[in-house]
T-cell receptor, first 115, second 108 residues
């Protein structure tokens, strides 16, 4: 079955370490997104990519980096510069047709805890 | 003020009750999504609508573009409906804005 795989589901890291969250999709979707979810707040966009080898900053990109070397993969690195990295991270994807976006699909998320 | 406001924030119901969750938005949109997030964290898309009403099983979603308001209804609620329901709007610039979610608990 097609879908988005995020791994790992839970991740613990020491303060000051960089950590990379994986997101893989086999839906042949062009666009991929990373969101951060904090309690009581809506999802906030970190980075997005509409095409391979291209990505754009979202609303809260500081302290994060991404790459899009393959259509299927959009890893997110949480760097030591991110002041408050403990959160739930969701990856999503969709495709564009006729100027509109369809097929919005989410992964199951990664809960990152920095100690 | 958030661009997407949901109410209520938390909702507890008895099994069998009719449930309504509301969403108001302040931006021009091309579409509105209702999403369901289960305790494990994964999100599934329930509806995408840009006008009128859609029905899927016991779930009904409506939207009033003029009033910038949408509702999600659940008929004959069941404990397995317990989840966080998120309203999200796609602006005309194609970016998504999310509400903070409504946590629904249905008791047997």
């Amino acid at each position: 079955d097609g879908g988005i795989t995020q791994s790992p589901k839970y991740l613990f890291r020491k303060e000051g370490q960089n950590v990379t969250l994986s997101c893989e999709q086999n839906l042949n979707h062009d666009a991929m997104y990373w969101y951060r979810q904090d309690p009581g707040q809506g999802l906030r966009l970190i980075y997005y990519s509409q095409i391979v080898n291209d990505f754009q900053k979202g609303d809260i990109a500081e302290g994060y980096s991404v790459s899009r070397e393959k259509k299927e993969s959009f890893p997110l690195t949480v760097t030591s510069a991110q002041k408050n990295p403990t959160a739930f991270y969701l990856c999503a994807s969709n495709y564009r047709q006729g100027g509109f976006l369809y097929g919005y699909t989410f992964g199951s998320g990664t809960r990152l805890t920095v100690v | 003020k958030n661009e997407v406001e949901q109410s209520p924030q938390n909702l507890t119901a008895q099994e069998g009750e009719f449930i309504t969750i509301n969403c108001s938005y302040s931006v021009g949109i091309s579409a509105l999504h209702w999403l369901q997030q289960h305790p494990g964290g994964g999100i599934v898309s329930l509806f995408m609508l840009s006008s009128g009403k859609k029905k899927h099983g016991r779930l009904i979603a409506t939207i009033n573009i003029q009033e910038k308001h949408s509702s999600l209804h659940i008929t004959a609620s069941h404990p397995r409906d317990s989840a966080v329901y998120i309203c999200a709007v796609r602006s005309r610039a194609n970016d998504m804005r999310f509400g903070a979610g409504t946590r629904l608990t249905v008791k047997p």
